[in-house]
């Protein structure tokens, strides 16, 4: 009671502290409500404020753009003038080099007219000028061959002419062996023999005599051999000269006919042939220069044209969409930051200068108005408690007083009774009863004890009632028969247990083969890599790669007919006039690549080779025999084709396209060629030499070899 007196007048004074803090708090309270009001105030102009804020963003941003604008328009203004002056030096550039492909296609055909020169030059120079001299070395063999036989023939003629001398002797001295004083001679008639004729020393028969008109006859027969093979091969030799002469005169003097190289030695037309194909190479070289600067210079004036299209008209258009682009920008930022510079004007009435001030001024007030809320609050909470407390202490005084009185009284009655019950149990004093009382903890334990020891009781009591009828209507085990089902399992777990082992080892196996696999696979990929590039090179043999490929054969064949055409048109041009012009056909089919088109010089234009008519399709394949011939001749590893026949056809030509058809046959038989030429044309029969005719006859065909001699 005396501790609860003491927090009594302890409560009495914490609720006079706590009245007189009340009151102070209270004085408070018109400042809590100015704060009020600033912050209804600055809620009320918080969107006027974040406006303003954005307005002054904006406005900074479009001041920035403004000047990038102006710098964007210095930079087009750059651009159009640096347009313009590209316009300006591409027009110049293309003003400069716009005759380029003039030159450049006089260069090819000149430098194509150099080559071609050029390589008929070479032809003569390697080939026909060795071959004519090939010709005179066989020339001289057979005229050496020729002399042989001759001195042979005279020789034997001689030995004819003495054994027909000495055979007349014979009979001459046989008849005068038998002639007779007085008896006519048989021969002469005559009776008197003044001097009749002596028997040679040595005698000879007619059969010899005839063995030496036969060996005289032989003689002359290979006299007469050797005298025409001379003679054909002078006239070859003198043929290919003459042929050889033209076509240096040609070369070295731009004469059609070659006529102005008639008096000159064959050995200065060599040395000025040397000096024209050394001056013609020259040219070849120069011309090729020439060839690879005018490309150049046509390939700039190409990028120079794609590039001058290029800027006046998508980049001019492009810089005039920029520039209009760039004003309509400019015009759009001008006037929205005029506007938002109107609207800025009219919120300066704001108390505050920015949304983050007026913002910080709302939460200080806001914070005072709690601070000053929550000292209000809480000194009226603990005026309260204060004035509870006292209560409080004042009313437990009280029940503690009234409670004190009644437990003195009840006091004395318990006391009576105990005193009275520890009697009645036999207990001699209070000390002998509190020898026996049992703690709380001890007797709970004792009563688990128990109650364990009865649940174990009931569970082993109802275990057995279960086994019971568990056992009831069931037999007794035979422990042989399972053990011996035990052996036959244990045995089936050896068995398995041994398959596996096995499958295990074969596992361990498969997982070193599988490694070993696995370490092959990056051979395996390169292997099939090389092999997919071997596919690839195949393929692109084969032509067959993709759509309009052809195959290695179709390209060397087409690589080898372009050859055969080049030479077949340098023996066209002098047959057609310089009129027509062979050409593979280009085409994206695979069969195409030998097939013929010519050029028309007269037209400029192409047609296919079955619209030229006989005598031109004649000439274009006559040309295209020749080219072969030649293409064979001077490439395929010396192999020489000997021999040419030409089967009609000649009677679809004019006088003069036979005359330069002729005129090539020519040639090419000085050149070591035989040419054979099957025709019933009466200007062939004239103008060719050797002939062999045949004529119709009852008993059939009649063969007629004329050499020409």
Do not use: W
């Amino acid at each position: 009671i005396r501790s609860r007196e003491t927090e009594r007048d302890q409560a009495a004074e914490d609720n006079k502290n706590a009245a007189l803090a009340f009151e102070a708090a209270l004085a408070e309270e018109p400042r809590r409500e100015e704060g009020k009001r600033l912050i209804a105030q600055i809620d009320g102009d918080l969107e006027k404020y974040s406006l303003r804020d954005q307005y002054h963003t904006e406005i900074a941003l479009l001041r920035k753009k403004a000047a990038s604008l102006e710098q964007r328009g210095i930079e087009l203004e750059e651009s159009e003038k640096a347009l313009k002056g590209k316009i300006t030096a591409l027009n110049g550039e293309m003003l400069d080099l716009q005759d380029c492909p003039a030159e450049l296609a006089k260069a090819k055909a000149s430098g194509e007219q150099a080559a071609g020169l050029k390589e008929e030059m070479d032809h003569i120079i390697y080939t026909d000028l060795p071959a004519l001299e090939q010709k005179k070395k066989d020339l001289g063999k057979k005229q050496e061959a020729y002399k042989k036989a001759k001195n042979a023939y005279d020789e034997a003629q001689k030995k004819r002419q003495q054994a027909e001398a000495r055979l007349e002797s014979c009979r001459a001295g046989i008849l005068a062996g038998e002639l007779e004083e007085g008896k006519p001679c048989p021969v002469c008639g005559s009776i008197h023999h003044p001097a009749p004729a002596p028997f040679p020393a040595e005698s000879i028969t007619e059969e010899q005599c005839r063995k030496y008109a036969e060996q005289e006859n032989a003689a002359q027969d290979k006299k007469d051999e050797a005298l025409k093979a001379a003679e054909s091969v002078k006239a070859t030799v003198e043929a290919l000269e003459e042929q050889l002469r033209k076509n240096i005169g040609k070369c070295i003097c731009k004469d059609p006919d070659g006529a102005s190289a008639e008096k000159e030695t064959l050995a200065g037309l060599r040395e000025m042939l040397l000096e024209k194909q050394a001056a013609t190479e020259e040219i070849v070289r120069e011309n090729k220069g020439k060839l690879e600067e005018l490309t150049k210079d046509c390939s700039k004036l190409e990028k120079a044209r794609k590039e001058y299209e290029a800027a006046v008209g998508k980049e001019t258009e492009k810089l005039n969409e920029d520039k209009d682009k760039f004003i309509e920008e400019k015009h759009a930022a001008e006037n929205s930051l005029v506007e938002k510079q109107a609207t800025l004007e009219s919120l300066k009435s704001l108390i505050f200068e920015s949304l983050e001030q007026a913002q910080k001024a709302r939460e200080k007030a806001d914070q005072d108005v709690r601070t000053i809320t929550g000292s209000i609050e809480g000194a009226r909470g603990r005026k309260e408690e204060a004035e509870k407390a006292l209560a409080g202490h004042q009313s437990a005084i009280k029940t503690l007083q009234e409670t004190l009185a009644k437990s003195e009284k009840m006091e004395a009655v318990f006391s009576g009774e105990f005193q009275e019950k520890l009697k009645n149990k036999g207990f001699a004093s209070e000390e002998e009863f509190l020898a026996h009382v049992v703690s709380e903890s001890e007797l709970t334990a004792e009563e688990k004890a128990l109650s364990e020891y009865d649940t174990a009781v009931k569970t082993n009591h109802i275990q057995l009632q279960q086994a019971k009828a568990d056992a009831e209507g069931k037999t007794m085990v035979d422990l042989e028969l399972l053990r011996a089902e035990l052996d036959a399992q244990k045995s089936r777990v050896n068995t398995l247990r041994e398959e596996k082992n096995a499958v295990s080892s074969r596992l361990s196996e498969n997982n070193k083969k599988q490694k070993s696999i696995i370490g092959l696979q990056e051979k395996l990929e390169s292997c099939r890599r090389e092999a997919n590039t071997a596919k690839r090179l195949y393929e692109l043999v084969r032509g067959t790669t993709g759509k309009a490929k052809i195959t290695l054969e179709q390209y060397i064949q087409a690589t080898g007919f372009e050859r055969i055409i080049q030479a077949a048109n340098r023996r066209l041009a002098p047959m057609s006039d310089g009129q027509y012009e062979l050409y593979r056909k280009s085409s994206s089919g695979k069969q195409s690549n030998t097939y013929l088109e010519v050029l028309d010089n007269f037209t400029g234009h192409r047609r296919p080779v079955g619209n030229l008519s006989g005598g031109e399709s004649f000439k274009a394949s006559l040309s295209l025999a020749l080219g072969l011939s030649d293409t064979v001749s001077s490439q395929m590893g010396g192999v020489s084709m000997e021999a040419l026949f030409v089967d009609e056809g000649f009677g679809t030509l004019d006088r003069k396209s036979m005359e330069n058809a002729m005129d090539i046959l020519l040639g090419l038989s000085g050149t070591g060629k035989l040419v054979g030429i099957i025709s019933h044309r009466e200007e062939l029969k004239e103008n060719i030499m050797q002939q062999i005719r045949v004529s119709k006859t009852q008993s059939g065909s009649r063969i007629v070899v004329d050499l020409g001699t």
